[in-house]
């Protein structure tokens, strides 16, 4: 393997032939051996008067340490990552070498306009030590591991990119198209509150490269932090993330992509499922924040899942019939919960909660195209408590004092299915069918003066359960066969029909 770039060099990098990221060091400089400390200027406007003597750990220059000098000095410690994960990716997507460096803020005594870039290699060790952790690691299908590591801090900025092996041209324009993903991952942790947008970062050529991994831990404020983990393949995709709001886990099945629809069936029920999330914070008075950063994760992970590879002529495939009877994404599992608060000072037991669970899984079975069956189950569950007022209008302020101690303690308890499922031997439609429930329990403590005036659960709940073979086949009771309109028409509404619904009064009726 050609050696990559030394981590910390004691010579000044220079422009390569042709022009690239690295850009030369002026001013005069003598090599910097241990310990010893190296004056070198840092771009323009680095002499400023007023401006912050910095601390590097090596002399190499390029557009990324550019970036770390004006984030260290004029930016926040939530946006000293800004801009420098996309031009690290691309520094390393160009050049295909290692780069390491670190800044901080120089000694007392040390003068900007003196000392604008002062080399300390042997002082400066900043690496993990920052409050805002970034990782990402991309393996290539030839099995070259690059590892890209950010940290910002009160005192530092460091970056570290490194790759174990050689890299492709091929390989480098790939990563490189992963840039401003990874940029727009970081800028969505790093605000607060915290946004997740991990869509990019799935769309990486998996002809090129086979896996991304990102970490990300943010520091949001002295006592709190948001932490992510993402990880995408070619057979699946997985988050899971952790903060003040809640927690959640979303994991992505990219195994079978004969059970794919067509992006226009895929955004119907990527918008389906999303009104299901909105209507269970709503019903179970959820966290905002949360039930927002799980929407956008729950989108990313599915809104694009590339073009499905190929298959093979024996493989069993899903003909238009099929796909009425499935929502066209991919299998999942996913889930949320927010952080439980006691907001009731003279009921501590009494704990605001909630928490949502959403699947789907499908399956294919059968020994050819003539005798196969396809079966789907989508599934949901959400639990909530709160506090509401008992008046409505009246403000909710308790305390313990038994004059605050008027509420309605509400607890939800509700489950959903659908559930699908049709088969063919030799060729003929033997049985198709479609089965939905949807369950809610509402329970309601009432408190008057600190004292329980009532308690009353309230069940609400349906289930139908309706055989499509003579709506796929009306011929079979003796009507007229559909035209092809007709039945394109017949086939779009049977699909509207099996989306997954939690409000029973939204369940279709056996007849429809």
Known sequence: ????????????????????????????????????????????????????????????????????????????????????????????????????QTVQQAPGGVQADTYDMLVMPSQVSQHGMGDNQIGLTITTRGGVKVELKLDAGENSIAVEAHADGDLSEVERKALGKLAEAFQQSIDGLTEDPPRIDLGGLT???????????????????PKETQRLEFHADSKQRTVSFAGPAGNAKIGVDLSQPASWGSKDQQTKALNNYLREVDDAGLRGQGNATMIKMFKDAFTGMNEDYGAPPPVSASAISLTKQDRALTTGLADFKASFSQTEVASNPARLTEKDTFSYEVSQKTTITGTSQLDRGISQQQQSRLKANYHTPAKAGSVLALDLSPNSQNYRYVTIDDSASSTTSIGYDKGALVKASLEMQANQSSRVLKYTLAKLQEDRTTPHGKAMSRDLLSTLEPERNGGDTLSDAERDQMLAKLNDQIFLKSNPDALPNERD
């Open 1 to 100: 393997m050609t050696p990559i770039t030394s981590l910390n060099r004691t010579t000044p990098s220079t422009t390569p032939v042709g022009g690239g990221r690295y850009a030369p060091t002026s001013g005069t400089a003598s090599a910097a051996g241990a310990g010893s400390s190296t004056v070198v200027s840092l771009g323009a406007g680095a002499n400023n008067t007023g401006a912050k003597a910095l601390v590097w750990e090596n002399r190499t220059r390029s557009t990324a340490a550019n970036i770390m000098a004006q984030n260290f000095s004029g930016q926040p410690v939530a946006g000293r990552l800004n801009g420098l994960g996309a031009e690290l990716l691309k520094q390393v997507a160009y050049d295909g070498e290692d780069f390491s």
């Open 203 to 221: 769309q990486f050529d998996s002809n090129v490269l086979s896996s991304v991994d990102l970490k990300g831990e943010i520091k949001l404020n």
